[in-house]
Every structure is written in C-alpha cells, then in structure tokens.
C-alpha cells in the first residue's frame, strides 16, 4: 500500500502540511519510498548535523536537501554553479507546489528585487545562488539576519583542486563555517576519489563521521568501447539502434570536430545541434532550452556542455573522442538514464585522442595540475583497454570492489575469444626492438605488413628482418595485439614522446621463447553506413508492451510543458509516463499511486492524464 496521502489539491506552502520526511517524500514529490541512505542523511540534517554525500547521479542527491530544507525552519540556500541548473531545478520544484527561487545575474532588476523580498518576507523554502553571490559582503549581510534551514553545496568537487572540474570561486565557501556555525552544512558530488574527498571536507568543515558514500554505480547504464575505425559511420550504426525520440549527447574534444559531426548529423536526417564556448551565448541558450524541451534529439558538445542539464530522459551518450579523465567519463556518462530506464554510453577510443588529449593538459600553466591530469589520463586509457568487464574497471577507480561481474557491459555481454598469440606477439615485439624502439604503433604495423609508403624506404626499414611478416593480419588486428601488449606490461608507450613503444623486462621472456601468451581476439567488424533500427526490448518501464499509449502521454505531456513554459520532464519524467502506461490509473487514487505524481501534480494535471488513458483504445 503506498504511503502517499490520498488527499488531491495544491499545497500552499509544504512545510505547514507534513509533519514526517516520508510524508513531505509521498505529498510534494510523489514518491512512495527514500532510495538507499536518503533517509539517514535527511534526518541527520534534520537534526542539524553536516553532511558529506557521495552518490551517483540520478540516485536522489537534490532530495537530501530539499526535504531538510522544507522541514526545518527558515530558508535553505542552495549553492549551484550554472544558472540554467538552478532555473531547471527551481522549476521543477514549484511545479511540485514548492515556494523557491534562485538569485543570480539573470534576473532583471525587477524580478531581483522581488526574490529578495520574498527572502526577506520569510515566503522562499529554498533560494538557488551562485559561490560568487553567496560569499559577496552585501549577501552575507543579509542572511546574516535571516533564519536559514542548510546550506546546501552542489557539484561540490569543484571546491578541490584534485577535483576534474576545480573552480576558484567554489573555494570561498569554507567561510560559511565560520560565519554561520549552527547551520548544517551538506556538501554534494557524484564524482570524487579519495583526495578529492579529503579536500572538500577539510576545506568545508565537514567532519569524517559525516561522509555518506551511497556507492557508484550506476547499474542500468550499458558501458560499450570500440576500437574507432570509421567514427561517424559507427555513430550512424549506433543511432540506428535507437528509438527515434530518444534524446542523447554526443561528446566531442574540439570545437571543430563538433560542428563537423553536428552538420554530418543534420545531413543525415537527425535534429541535432552543436554546443561549445565558441558559440554566442544565445546560440548555447537556444540549443539548450530546445534539448531540453525535447525539441532536438542530439547535441554534439564539448565538455563545456552537460552540468547544467537537468535532464532525466537522456537515453544515451557517446564519447566520439577520449575523455581527459575517468571522473568526467563518469560525470559525462551520468547524465543518462536519470530516471533509471535503461541508457547506453558508448566510448569510439582510438590512440590518437591520447596525443590530443595530452596537448591540451600540458597547455595548462600549472606543473603540479598538469601531473595530476596526466596520472587522471593514464588511468582513462586502462579502461578503454580494459579486457575484464569495465564497470569493475570504472568502480576500481573510485575504491570499490564489485563481487561479480556487472553483467552489462560489452565485454561481460559479448566476451572475447581467445586464441594464442604467441608468436604474433614475437613478431610485434621483435619489429619494436628492429626499429630501435623510436616510432609509435602505426609505424611498427607498417613495418609489420610490408607498407611501401615513402617514410618506411627512406629510413631503410624496408630491408629489416621483420619487414612483412605480419601481412596475414590487418592494421586494426595489429592493433588490437600491440594495446593488449601494452596492456600486460611487455611494452611501454612513452606518451611524452608521441607514444613511441618500448619493451619492458617483462618482454624479454617471451622473445626468447620461455612463455606462451593468450590474447583476446580484437573485436573487429564491419561499420554499415546505418543499420535499420532494432525492436528494443526495454524492461521495468512499461514502453515495450504499451508504447503507443506512452508515446499519447509523452505528447501531452509536450503540449502541456509548452503550455506553462517548462521542460517536459518538469511535468512529469519518462518513467512515471511509463509506469502510467503500464497500470493504466482509472481514478485520482490510483494515479496519485504512480511514483512521480504528488498530491499537486495531481490537482494540475490528473483530470488531463486521466482522460488520456481512459480514452486510448489500444
């Protein structure tokens, strides 16, 4: 039986309603149970105790504080670092009935003056602010005489400077101990090691006793790497796999490379559109806005986009390019399958991106940063060459230690063959050795297949012993046995040096015959220009079975969003359109059932939904 009140209506103000976290949890957000540890870390700052909260994205960070907030007196102050984050999220929060706002340099003068007058007036629940805000002189004045509830930090690795996305302005937050020491304090990342951890709470205040580290994982995420061949083609080949609503992010590292494959995109028949810093800010402000209101179904960006997307019914996202390091792979991939729907992440890695990638670092001015950022990539590089199932791969980094295998994942779900490579490793290992342990991968193939391109006669490597013994095997199945070598240990890429190859010790044994060597066969298959899209078989969301009435909710949902001028998902998410399609509520009560719909969402929009479902005849 659920817990939610069966009581439709609009709340005037929450707090005066519920007595009891789960109350506030079931009437304003719909929600019949907390997730793993929300409610130990709710009730502690219920009680006035800090926090330190380390959970996966889409696992219900922003409930932490929002219900604490709501439940404790005077007004929670929210510390996010993009405007259009807080809009989203101040959003979905009064479409919940809940009285917040956010203060920043977006508001005219006009709407300013009011939010500070509700701030002032006791009548905000929760106010959204930007670091530089919150910490300038005249704001701290004010709160100082105000009763505040929490203050809430999102993104908090930001604060650190082992953190992947370090930012000055978060720093000056470790005021905020000493200027209001009995307020609690919550401190929130999906993204952050050891040392990273370690910093923000020693630059917070924050005690040890109040980390609460939920775990990594994100379990309905599909991981999939493949060697990049013809990258576009395979982004085609994967899009083709898709329903053609579904929304994704395809990450790029320059801004060229994402206006080209945005343009490829829009040639090929797909709503997409690019983002980077190099756009004017209205272009990234109209490209935005138009994802978010399921307008466009791709953005091809850089890093510069993906924080401030508060989007759950991201289906998929793909790296066309190497990501720096492993926090923003995971940041990155995060951003899909919010509502925990199945989502997919898909990684095109080819060695090329490491060169790039370590021009960029070691354009940085910072000796100490740059070594962290090339620790950060190194470890980036032995996942895509993983041969074990990647999420313990990805977990390992964090500190975590699966039991089994994940079970999803492409090596775990397709694993690869095996074969003994002994002698082609020989063959590898001698080129490197006859070409004086002074050129890259690509050269040492060409050695190896016999190419007569100019580079290799002018330096008389065409006359080397080793020179076309490999021509049995192509340039992507060398490839696949040279990263494998690097991978074990009997070859070394100095990346410094345009990773030039080296052997190790570890090498010596094999060359002289003492040891056999088994290697995964290289997953090597063709690329189709597109692939006509397969019948997916979704589970737990109800689309497979009833997807012509979830596509009638999804397209009310849409003109009701346009409606109110609000994102979609505002309205409702994927999955709760998903679990109405599958249960089909034939009253106000068995809506209000619905994980999602909470007691306002029902007096708005139930009568629509409603009839909807009544009146589908499928």
């Not at 907030?69 to 009064?94: E, F, H, T, Y």
């Not at 009997?490 to 044994?509: C, G, I, K, N």
Request: net charge neutral; with cysteine; aromatic share 8%.
């Amino acid at each position: 039986m659920s817990s939610k009140k069966k009581c439709p209506g609009v709340m005037e103000n929450p707090r005066s309603h519920y007595a009891e976290p789960l109350e506030t949890l079931a009437g304003v957000f719909g929600y019949p149970a907390f997730r793993p540890h929300q409610e130990e870390i709710i009730s502690a700052l219920i009680r006035g105790e800090d926090a330190f909260v380390l959970m996966p994205t889409g696992g219900g960070k922003s409930l932490c504080y929002q219900i604490p907030a709501l439940q404790r007196p005077g007004v929670g102050i929210i510390v996010s670092p993009l405007i259009s984050l807080m809009k989203d999220q101040v959003d979905a929060l009064r479409a919940n009935g809940v009285a917040a706002a956010f203060y920043n340099s977006s508001l005219g003068a006009a709407e300013a003056r009011s939010v500070l007058a509700e701030l002032h007036g006791g009548r905000l629940d929760l106010l959204y602010v930007a670091p530089e805000r919150l910490m300038s002189e005249d704001f701290l004045e004010r709160l100082a005489g105000l009763e505040i509830a929490l203050f809430a930090i999102d993104e908090a690795h930001c604060i650190s400077q082992w953190g992947h996305d370090f930012r000055p302005e978060y720093v000056q937050l470790g005021r905020l101990r000493r200027l209001f020491p009995a307020v609690p304090i919550i401190a929130l990342t999906a993204t952050a090691d050891s040392q990273t951890r370690d910093d923000i709470l020693q630059r917070l205040g924050i005690s040890r006793t109040a980390c609460r580290i939920t775990g990594f994982d994100r379990p309905n995420i599909r991981y999939t790497v493949e060697a990049k061949q013809k990258p576009f083609a395979q982004l085609l080949s994967f899009l083709g796999t898709r329903e053609p609503y579904d929304a994704g992010i395809v990450y790029a590292l320059s801004r060229k490379r994402v206006e080209e494959v945005a343009a490829r995109l829009c040639e090929a028949g797909f709503a997409a559109a690019p983002y980077h810093a190099g756009l004017p800010d209205r272009e990234r402000a109209r490209v935005q806005d138009a994802f978010q209101r399921d307008d466009l179904q791709l953005v091809v960006a850089t890093v510069a986009f993906g924080m401030g997307i508060d989007k759950p019914n991201i289906r998929f996202v793909v790296h066309y390019d190497l990501p720096k390091n492993i926090e923003s792979y995971y940041q990155e991939t995060g951003r899909a399958g919010r509502d925990g729907l199945p989502a997919e992440a898909l990684l095109l890695f080819g060695y090329g991106d490491i060169a790039i990638s370590r021009g960029l670092i070691e354009n940085g001015g910072n000796p100490e940063q740059n070594r962290i950022e090339l620790h950060k990539l190194n470890a980036m590089v032995g996942f895509a060459e993983a041969l074990s199932c990647r999420r313990r791969v990805l977990l390992g980094y964090f500190g975590e230690s699966p039991e089994v295998d994940c079970g999803n994942c492409d090596i775990c779900l397709t694993p690869q063959k095996r074969f003994d490579a002994t002698e082609d490793a020989r063959k590898a290992l001698s080129t490197v050795y006859r070409v004086g342990q002074r050129f890259g991968m690509g050269h040492v193939i060409d050695v190896l297949r016999g190419s007569r391109n100019e580079r290799i006669r002018a330096l008389g490597h065409d006359r080397l012993s080793t020179y076309g013994i490999g021509s049995n095997l192509g340039q992507d199945e060398w490839g696949s046995i040279i990263r494998q070598l690097v991978h074990l240990g009997y070859l070394e890429q100095d990346l410094a040096r345009y990773s030039v190859l080296r052997l190790t010790e570890s090498a010596r044994p094999l060359l002289r015959g003492e040891l056999t060597l088994n290697l995964a066969r290289p997953r090597i298959r063709p690329v189709p220009a597109r692939k006509a899209k397969k019948v997916r078989e979704i589970s737990r969301d109800g689309q497979g079975q009833n997807n012509g009435l979830f596509q009638q909710l999804r397209a009310l949902r849409k003109e009701i969003a346009g409606r109110e001028g609000v994102p979609p998902f505002v309205v409702f998410g994927d999955a709760t359109l998903a679990e109405m399609a599958a249960s089909r509520p034939a009253n106000a009560e068995e809506l209000l059932s619905v994980s999602g719909v909470g007691q306002h969402k029902l007096g708005k929009y139930g009568a629509e939904f409603l009839r909807v479902i009544a009146e589908f005849g499928g």
